[in-house]
């Protein structure tokens, strides 16, 4: 996700959960393909797998770009 004045927030999502079991809001990103990353806590996961979502938006719609990965959770 690039842009000139990009505000990327961060989800952590589980299946057996039907809200985020972590956040981080608000990264300033912008330039042409410029990297980014951030840090996001979360706690109380009881699925193998996660996903993460990035989004950013506000200009036209709430949405306008997203990204979502899956990874796996691993305790101990």
Partial sequence: MTGVDESIS???HQDTSSTAIGSFCCLPAGGAAAPWSAMVSFAGET?????VAAATGGHVQT????TITGVHSVTG
């Avoid at 699925?47 to 996903?51: I, K, S, Y």
């Fill in 47 to 51: 699925a193998p797998v996660l996903t």
């Fill in 63 to 66: 949405v306008e770009r997203f």
């Fill in 10 to 12: 961060v989800t952590v």
